[in-house]
């Protein structure tokens, strides 16, 4: 097993449309792990949740959330991302946001339909802003 690169994890969250696990914590403590569908935009992972969603909830008092991205193929690999974030209900945004989001995991005739049909009032745009990253490659070997 390998620390990743930077070039390395990018790759490993980028190529082809795997799903992130994005975690959170609730008031209690309790851990939220849900999956989502993203777009990496520079250094901030971006992806749309409802606004009344478990997710939201926990974020809005804490903003700390990790999202881990995994290759299950042999080698295998994972990333890791930790940081904080940011929540924005600009309909603009949004429908920035879930275009990009079903461009890549619909087909990208259907991405305008996904966008409109996402950015929508009562919807928000999550950025995972990195403080950390965890990225180990070879994972198998």
């Not at 082809?16 to 209690?28: C, E, H, S, V």
């Not at 777009?39 to 992806?47: M, R």
């Not at 008092?61 to 690999?77: G, I, K, T």
């Not at 945004?93 to 995991?105: K, M, Q, S």
């Amino acid at each position: 097993m390998h620390s990743m690169s930077t070039e390395e994890w990018h790759a490993i969250v980028t190529l082809g449309a795997p799903t992130g696990r994005f975690g959170t914590l609730g008031a209690d403590g309790t851990l939220n792990i849900t999956p989502v569908r993203y777009v990496l935009d520079g250094e901030a992972f971006l992806f749309t949740t409802g606004g009344a969603t478990a997710k939201a909830r926990n974020l809005r008092p804490d903003p700390r959330a990790s999202l881990c991205v995994a290759d299950d193929v042999p080698p295998s690999a994972y990333v890791e991302a930790r940081g904080e974030v940011t929540l924005s209900e600009d309909l603009d945004e949004l429908l920035d946001v879930a275009t990009r989001a079903g461009a890549r995991y619909m087909r990208a005739d259907k991405a305008e339909e996904f966008g409109r049909r996402n950015a929508v009032p009562g919807e928000l745009v999550v950025g995972l802003h990195l403080t950390k990253v965890i990225a180990h490659g070879g994972v198998t070997d």
